[in-house]
């Protein structure tokens, strides 16, 4: 459970995870194969008047012609921590929570077709940390993903939910987007919190997996780990070999 909107405690420190201003369309966890499928939103107070969008790609991914069908269902996207324009107000270590959600290590892949929980396929659509396409340029990227953005972004495919307090409403994650075109300033108080879920008490199968897809293969979440660690090590004690006393330090 994590506070989405954007408030300052009285030491001047955001008390949610994302900025000031519009979000543009985003979903959650994209850098993993197995991100949680669903996310609850739940209006707590000062939210009458505001909305989220949501873009669902199930229709426009079911009338890309053949060879834009062909494309996307080959399409490997790989990601990059962008140093986190979503939640650019935030202290340096709070954005450390967001990256390692987010994008926990660079060049993380996952296929761009995916499907819900319930099996209704369509697109991954690619946003912040969006780096390219496996085997592309990025100028090829951004171009092709231009192209698919053009066949996606229509009204039709999207929802608007005007927010009355007390409401929660659940929205897949795996081929859905949301954005939130409410101008949120400073001394708003537009308060929402979020849950998330894999449905996987509804749909058995659909629990965590237990690797996640680097380099074209499957690393188990121990090795994982263990690459994530070694970077984090590397950053902050920079290219100097590791000593006991220095790790000791940190602690
Ligand atoms: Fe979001």
């Known amino acids: 459970m994590s506070r989405v909107s954007y408030q300052k405690n009285a030491k001047g420190k955001p008390t949610g995870v994302f900025t000031n201003g519009e979000l543009d369309w985003h979903s959650d966890q994209q850098s993993y194969h197995d991100n949680h499928r669903v996310v609850g939103l739940m209006s707590l107070w000062g939210c009458e008047g505001s909305q989220t ?97 053009d066949q996606i972004n229509k ?47 509804l749909y058995p199968g659909n629990g965590p997996a237990d690797h996640v897809l680097y380099d074209g293969r499957k690393v188990d979440h121990a090795e994982f780990a263990a690459m994530v660690d070694g970077q984090r090590r590397k950053e902050y004690f920079g290219d100097a070999p590791l000593n006991a006393s220095k790790i000791l330090e940190s602690a």
Request: charged share 20%; glycine share 4%.
């Open 53 to 149: 969008t949501f873009l669902c790609t199930a229709a426009p991914y079911a009338t890309l012609n053949q060879d834009d069908l062909t494309m996307v269902n080959e399409l490997t996207t790989v990601w990059n921590w962008d140093g986190g324009t979503m939640s650019a107000d935030l202290i340096e270590s709070q954005k450390e929570i967001v990256r390692y959600n987010m994008v926990p290590y660079p060049e993380m892949e996952c296929a761009l077709v995916d499907q819900t929980a319930s099996c209704v396929k369509g697109l991954r659509f690619p946003s912040h940390c969006f780096s390219h396409f496996k085997g592309m340029t990025r100028e090829e990227s951004m171009k092709y993903r231009a192209h698919l953005w």
């Open 155 to 201: 009204p039709e495919y999207i929802y608007t939910h005007n927010w009355k307090d007390n409401q929660t409403m659940f929205m897949d994650q795996n081929i859905t987007l949301h954005a939130r075109p409410t101008n949120v300033k400073d001394g708003d108080t537009r308060t929402l919190s979020r849950m998330i879920s894999y449905l996987d008490k």
